[in-house]
């Protein structure tokens, strides 16, 4: 007994971080279902290259069940914990794990092309329902969107998040990842107009779009929990938040990359819609072929017209033009006798021998 206040006062009182406001909104029977937070990042900030192994590592606050998922840099979606839908997803908490493919292999191979992937981690206190992207025993993404993210990822991952997390309980990271160099966009987001082309035939990141430009928000709130190896502070992460991404109309002197800081609140961009211009502008996901493949230009679609009806005035019918075709037609007699029955195409019932 006497040791141990001997520590304390060596140490001093212990300081207990307070509740998060998630937690203080609950009822106090309830707060401990709360989802704690968690983190994923890869290994290094550096960007990778084709066939460069990269790990994965995952902390989570609190004990909770979790999943990882990868957006590789042409937008598809990968499950990377759990491997399988059906295997178990609750880890336990406050301590860091590698999230690999097997005992002797990372979580996974670089086969991307140059640009931006992005790791999703998500951990709720509740099983999740991963019914939208699942096929039998197996992850079927292409439920959503084809299983491939178009448009801006924080926007699409987080809509994911909140599809398969019950009751709304829960907390997620996202960390991107880079090939071949640090860019500024990923090139799915130009994938939301453009249709897909592979990248030995488009490359965004070579041309620019000459009717709209990209405006980048930076907000802290984007950023991951582990920033540049470092513990990155994130005052408020919204569960619903802006995109990052947007474009707008292109203006002369104005660069085709444009970073505005965010000033406004995430729920206040929303409620204003500000998505800037999106495939609904141009007649929908895809409409606009890639530059260079197949067609050369575009034209945008017209304005639909509405249809009018109008009525049709009744015709008599055409006189006959010879005598002949005024009698009437002869119809050849048919001789009455015994003929072969012929099945009417109805089932028959028949009486089965005892």
């Given at each position: ?255 085709y990359v444009t ?44 304005p639909a017209e ?49």
């Open positions: 007994m006497l040791v141990a206040l001997g520590w304390l006062l060596v140490l001093g009182p212990l300081h207990l971080s307070p509740p998060s406001p998630l937690a203080q909104s609950l009822p106090a029977g309830q707060r401990q279902q709360v989802a704690g937070r968690v983190s994923v990042w890869p290994e290094r900030a550096q960007p990778y290259r084709e066939g460069d192994e990269v790990r994965i590592y995952l902390r989570t606050e609190v004990p909770g069940h979790t999943t990882v998922l990868r957006v590789d840099t042409d937008g598809r979606l990968r499950a990377l914990f759990p491997r399988e839908p059906w295997r178990r997803s609750y880890v336990s908490g406050g301590r860091t794990r590698e999230i690999a493919a097997s005992h002797q292999r990372p979580a996974f191979t670089v086969d991307d092309s140059p640009g931006i992937g992005y790791l999703l981690a998500v951990t709720s206190p509740f099983p999740f329902e991963y019914e939208d992207v699942t096929r039998g025993d197996y992850w079927d993404f292409r439920l959503i969107q084809k299983g491939r993210i178009r448009g801006d990822p924080y926007v699409a991952l987080t809509d994911l998040a909140r599809r398969i997390a019950p009751r709304g309980s829960y907390r997620y990271d996202i960390a991107p990842y880079y090939v071949g160099r640090r860019y500024e966009y990923p090139r799915f987001v130009c994938y939301d107009c453009h249709s897909y082309a592979s990248p030995d035939k488009w490359d965004p990141y070579a041309t620019s779009c000459l009717r709209y430009r990209v405006v980048i928000y930076d907000d802290p709130a984007y950023y991951p929990y582990r920033y540049n190896q470092g513990g990155n502070v994130v005052t408020a992460r919204p569960l619903r938040p802006a995109p990052r991404y947007v474009f707008k109309d292109a203006e002369p002197g104005t660069e970073r505005l800081r965010q000033r406004e609140s995430h729920e206040l961009r929303r409620s204003r819609v500000d998505r800037g211009r999106t495939s609904a502008d141009v007649g929908g996901p895809g409409t606009i072929p890639a530059p260079g493949v197949g067609v050369h230009s575009w034209i945008p679609p017209a509405p249809q009018t009806l109008r009525r049709r005035r009744a015709q008599p019918p055409a006189e006959p033009s010879s005598v002949e075709a005024r009698e009437p037609r002869k119809v050849p007699t048919v001789k009455r006798g015994a003929r072969n029955p012929q099945s009417t195409g109805e089932p028959k019932l028949r009486r089965r021998k005892p």
